[in-house]
């Protein structure tokens, strides 16, 4: 595809879910765009809940599907906006939305040879490499562009901890937000 300029640019594809380590990806994204004077493509890639064969058993499926890729379409525009804001990314942009599994979306989408496939590293913990498929390993290991592998943000880091404790019941140390607490004005 080319710019309204007609020039044919190298593409930064970017997988975008709306988690954390996507909003990182997308600003790096972003700014590996710019670096190379690329077009930037965020890409939601989403499925039926149930899967494929699931939505297509159900009556009404053509509806639901259409709601479906209309939430996904809200969900891409959202997370645009919370990253870039009304400026934009000060790159041309095509933002997608693909129905189907997301490593496959994202490696069919980034098929050129001087494309760059921006994903998010994800959680790196031994039960959640376990036990969860891993969009940015299916990238890794069919594209055929390179892959930037973005670490998640300290940020993530920071809530993941908090919510691991709240999930077990633990008891969280709160005195430190306490003395840390800013008094509200008093007029």
Do not use: K
Not at 96 to 111: F, K, N
């Amino acid at each position: 595809m080319s710019g309204s300029d007609g020039l044919v640019r190298p593409r930064v594809v970017v997988g975008v879910s709306g988690s954390l380590g996507s909003l990182t990806a997308l600003g790096r994204g972003a700014e590996e765009a710019r670096r190379r004077g690329a077009e930037l493509w965020p890409v939601l890639a989403w499925q039926p809940p149930g899967g494929e064969l699931a939505a297509r058993r159900g009556p009404g499926a053509i509806l639901l599907t259409d709601e479906w890729q209309r939430l996904a379409r809200e969900r891409l525009d959202g997370v645009l906006m919370d990253v870039f804001g009304d400026s934009g990314p000060g790159v041309w942009m095509y933002a997608l939305v693909a129905q189907g599994s997301p490593g496959l979306a994202l490696v069919e989408i980034a098929d050129r040879e001087d494309d760059v496939l921006v994903v998010g590293a994800g959680r790196r913990s031994l039960w959640h490499r376990a036990c969860c498929r891993s969009v940015t390993r299916y990238c890794v290991a069919h594209a055929s562009c390179p892959v930037l592998a973005v670490p998640p943000s300290p940020l993530e880091s920071e809530l993941t901890a908090v919510h691991r404790r709240n999930a077990w019941r633990l008891r969280l140390d709160v005195r430190d937000l306490a003395r840390e607490a800013v008094p509200p004005d008093v007029a």
